[in-house]
């Protein structure tokens, strides 16, 4: 798919958003600078390259997945967003053919945002770019990558003026003698590799979670 216009005017307005949202957690070092980190921003662009994975080896229309992919978190701009799921496809019914997108596409994006915050695995077959972004999503959630991201949003300053009285860190600092076993509690928590739509999704997370263990288990020989 040639970039379109509409996709250029929803990305920047959602760079925008984010990275507005981002100055109260990780503000510019300098005066007129941007946030020294979006934690949002990058969590669509590691869903965009999944969902965008995932449609290449299986059936999808590339115009209603790039659409949900940079709309689903437009009201969770950084780590707050009741009702997002159901706010974001009101803004899509209400807003994106103003920016040429096709109209007769509209619905289909409104669903998969609508759906991308389900619990269980009850998106119908035939909303198939939703049960991408539903994928990609979770996808997001794990692997190397994921464990870089947790760690720079422990790096956000709302986070940091609360460390000394923050039990975790008992230190009142980043330790990593504090935070290596906060690491390893993540080796439970996110390694399901069946809760998927697509075959192509479950390959995907097989080997992140393979990774990710690999890393956590030789990190806890590294404890001192
Ligand atoms: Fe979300
Ligand atoms: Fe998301």
Do not use: C
């Not at 994006?109 to 198939?128: F, N």
């Not at 003698?177 to 995907?204: M, N, Q, V």
């Amino acid at each position: 798919m040639r970039t379109q216009q509409w996709l250029l005017e929803l990305k920047g307005y959602i760079i925008r958003s984010t990275t507005e949202a981002a100055r109260d957690f990780w503000p510019s070092p300098n005066e007129v600078g941007s946030p020294y980190f979006n934690f949002r921003l990058e969590h669509i662009r590691q869903v965009e390259r999944d969902a965008l994975h995932i449609m290449n080896s299986e059936r999808g229309d590339e115009e209603i997945v790039m659409a949900s992919v940079w709309i689903h978190d437009r009201f969770q701009p950084q780590f707050e967003g009741a009702q997002h799921a159901d706010k974001a496809a009101r803004w899509t019914r209400e807003h994106l053919s103003q920016l040429g997108f096709p109209s007769h596409k509209v619905e289909s994006v409104a669903l998969a945002v609508k759906h991308h915050t389900r619990r269980s695995m009850d998106i119908p077959q035939e909303l198939r770019e939703a049960q991408m972004l539903w994928d990609a999503d979770r996808l997001a959630r794990l692997g190397p990558m994921n464990l870089i991201s947790y760690m720079m949003t422990h790096l956000a300053e709302d986070f940091l003026k609360d460390l000394s009285g923050n039990s975790q860190f008992k230190s009142g600092s980043l330790s990593i003698k504090d935070f290596t076993p906060i690491l390893l509690e993540k080796r439970s928590a996110l390694f399901r590799a069946d809760w998927f739509y697509f075959d192509e999704s479950r390959t995907i997370a097989r080997k992140r979670i393979a990774a990710t263990r690999a890393f956590l288990d030789v990190l806890e020989t590294q404890i001192y």
